[in-house]
């Protein structure tokens, strides 16, 4: 299942606010796709500490596209 | 629940918000008790004191507590202890600043060795903390390379300020006025312009919804501002090479046009139409470093100061209230929430509905504080040509500041309730509160 977070027309930092609790409850195997405007410095660095795979892609209207997933033991 | 707790807590940053709009109160204040003879000239003790009580008061502060904020969540770089960087900082910039604006104001000099130790210190500790931690992050946000100009112009700033303290007191036998156009110089546009560039380039696309810049402006602006500075400090000194003052302040104040012009641009661009205070604020602040840059540019190129003694005081205002009041003003608006919100998780089954940016201060005082602002900066700019206007202009811009002052205290104050009560649900549920709320 894919949990999709538009985030484009929220102002900071409710979209990390919306994304952490998606991860709380993120199941293995499920992915969850944000869609921002700008770069989630504070985002990644808890993708990192807290143990996601994730990959990062800039779509052609400048949306900054994470999909994330829990990292495979 | 998870959450971001790479930010430092709330009480390293607030301290010096809320310090901030004050240092503003007492200028306003010192304007309405000296009236018109505070602007006749540059070189005035009151016009000294109102200087300092601007930049190292009411801008240092807050830009000493925006970067202990913005180095980790723009950067991801860590600054060592934060609070305890904070603590130490904090009351040696506070009493620093204050007693030098007290000796300045009234030519007493003998107050100049404590100021200078208290704000030497200050700076020096905030230098290489933030430096420290900007230097070894492997980070490449858009704003590094700002913030690590900015930092050593601080620093710079600092030493060519200690150098004039020195002068003044006699100790050192030094030029005052070039040494003076230096340190305002590297502290205005090398330290003041280039973070508030830096910091422009991550929370502007981010907090006013405009497309980003263009990846070349971030990358180019910190070292041509750096290379006009060293360039005038070089024209300033080196013999032979004074030919260097005027095309280095020209290529200072075409940057500065230059940003100015992208950021209004892209303000035009912004996907949601909403004009809210910081929009506004940011916006009158991109527009009046134009006009600033401009009469730089006038002041190198056409009319000297001797011909035209309003000028460096014209240049002051529009740099000082114009610029960056304006901006820092705006910035504040979106920051205090921003943090505060940042450091307040939603806990699972409180009682709140999820923090929101809109929750801590009511858009229409920040707007009404706005008009207010922008009408002392009218008023002061007046005064240039009715000096009878000073008394009613300090009044209205020390009322503006306290209104500030007043608004970030309800935005703490919402802060402090929502922590509480998500504690209170927590207890009541018998967990502990999710995240880092301190």
Request: hydrophobic letters at 55%; one cysteine or more; a positive charge.
């Given at each position: ?73 | ?7 430092p ?5 607030f ?28 070189w ?16 240092l ?8 904020q ?7 770089a860590?600054?060592?202890r934060?609070?305890?960087i ?29 100021s ?6 200050g ?29 050593a ?33 590297w ?10 560039a ?10 006013q ?40 302040i ?53 009319l ?8 460096p ?15 820092i ?31 801590f ?5 920040m707007?009404?504080q ?27 811009f ?12 309800r ?28």
């Amino acid at each position: 299942m894919t949990i999709v977070i538009d985030g484009r027309e929220l102002e900071p930092p409710e979209p990390l606010h919306r994304v952490l609790a998606a991860l709380d409850a993120l199941a293995a195997g499920d992915e969850i796709r944000v869609l921002l405007y700008c770069h989630p410095v504070p985002l990644i660095s808890v993708l990192r500490n807290n143990g996601f795979a994730w990959q990062e892609a800039l779509l052609e209207d400048g949306t900054h596209e994470l999909r994330i997933r829990r990292a495979l033991a | 629940m998870l959450s971001f707790e790479q930010a430092p807590p709330v009480s390293a940053s607030f301290r010096f918000f809320l310090t901030a709009p004050w240092f503003g109160v007492a200028a306003g204040l010192l304007l309405a008790w000296d009236g018109p003879q505070a602007l006749q000239s540059r070189w005035s003790p009151s016009a000294l004191a109102l200087t300092h009580l601007l930049t190292a008061g009411f801008m240092l502060q807050a830009m000493c507590g925006a970067l202990l904020q913005f180095i980790p969540v723009a950067t991801g770089a860590n600054v060592w202890r934060p609070l305890l960087i904070a603590n130490l900082v904090h009351p040696a910039l506070l009493a620093g600043t204050l007693l030098l604006a007290i000796s300045l104001a009234s030519t007493r000099t003998e107050l100049l060795p404590a100021s200078e130790l208290l704000l030497g210190a200050g700076l020096a500790i905030f230098c290489a903390a933030c430096g420290l931690a900007l230097l070894r992050t492997a980070a490449t946000g858009i704003s590094l390379s700002a913030l690590r100009t900015a930092l050593a112009a601080l620093a710079l700033t600092g030493v060519l300020g200690l150098l004039l303290a020195e002068a003044v007191s006699g100790r050192l036998a030094l030029a005052l006025e070039t040494l003076t156009d230096l340190h305002a110089g590297w502290g205005l546009a090398g330290w003041a312009l280039v973070l508030l560039a830096g910091v422009s380039f991550t929370v502007v696309p981010m907090f006013q919804m405009t497309p980003p810049y263009p990846s070349w402006l971030p990358r180019r602006l910190p070292g041509t501002l750096a290379l006009a500075l060293g360039a005038a400090s070089v024209g300033g000194y080196a013999p032979g090479a004074s030919w260097l003052w005027r095309p280095a302040i020209a290529l200072a104040a075409a940057s500065a046009t230059v940003f100015a012009l992208f950021t209004l641009q892209l303000q035009r661009r912004r996907r949601r139409p909403r004009t809210d205070a910081t929009f506004a604020f940011f916006r009158g602040a991109m527009i009046l470093l134009i006009a600033a840059a401009l009469a730089c540019l006038a002041s190198t190129w056409g009319l000297d100061f001797a011909q035209a003694p309003g000028l460096p005081v014209l240049i002051g205002v529009l740099a000082l209230v114009g610029v960056f009041v304006s901006a820092i003003n705006g910035m504040l608006y979106k920051i205090v929430p921003f943090i505060a919100t940042l450091q307040l998780p939603h806990g699972v089954g409180s009682s709140l509905p999820p923090p929101s940016i809109k929750m801590f201060i009511p858009e229409r005082s920040m707007a009404m504080q706005m008009r207010l602002h922008f009408a002392a900066l009218a008023m002061l700019l007046a005064c240039l040509a009715v000096p009878q206007l000073a008394r009613a202009a300090g009044a209205a811009f020390a009322v503006s500041c306290a209104w500030l002052a007043m608004n970030l205290l309800r935005g703490l104050g919402v802060y402090v309730r929502l922590r509480d009560q998500i504690r209170s649900d927590a207890a009541a549920r018998g967990s502990s509160p999710a995240g880092p709320a301190r």
